[in-house]
């Protein structure tokens, strides 16, 4: 329970941990226990994402995209024809989405109980590629997903596309 009023959204989702982890009293968890927390539960601030440039027809949330504009997490990102984008996080990761592509932008968060990283991108149409800085926590993340499969990295350079059917 005192972990969930420091490091939890909602101080009630001790709740949720405590069915997880089959603890019978939250007051009173055996020194030593190891306990599971979803990272839905807990307290974050948002990753700093800008865009580092564009070029051709390229919205964020359907408006005109310009350098060093905010992207916030849940928005979706399009390049039309002849257009390109560069999306700057804040630990010096990049991702370029070429011509025609979208890319919706799920999760960018640094969680505030050890300073995790859990990037998550989903790639709706076109490609992606993405330059990823090294991980410094044992619980960072960055993920790519489209609708049929999940990339995950740890500080590596690498690109996904999906073709018009949605293959990669």
Do not use: C
Request: positive net charge; charged residues 25%; hydrophobic residues 40%.
């Amino acid at each position: 329970i005192g972990i969930a009023g420091r490091h939890f959204i909602r101080a009630d989702d001790y709740k949720v941990v405590q069915r997880l982890n089959a603890i019978r009293n939250p007051h009173a968890i055996a020194t030593g226990k190891v306990i599971r927390i979803p990272r839905d539960v807990l307290k974050y601030r948002s990753i700093a994402i800008t865009v580092a440039s564009a070029r051709g027809p390229v919205t964020v949330n359907a408006a005109a995209a310009r350098a060093a504009m905010a992207v916030e997490e849940g928005a979706t990102v399009r390049t039309g024809a002849q257009g390109f984008a560069t999306l700057a996080f804040d630990n010096g990761s990049r991702t370029s989405l070429p011509s025609n592509s979208a890319l919706v932008i799920r999760r960018a968060r640094v969680y505030q109980i050890d300073g995790s990283r859990d990037v998550e991108l989903e790639l709706v149409s076109g490609g992606v590629r993405s330059k990823v800085q090294p991980m410094t926590s044992a619980g960072d993340r960055t993920r790519v997903r489209t609708r049929h499969s999940v990339t995950a990295v740890r500080g590596t350079e690498f690109g996904t596309v999906v073709d018009d059917k949605g293959v990669i």
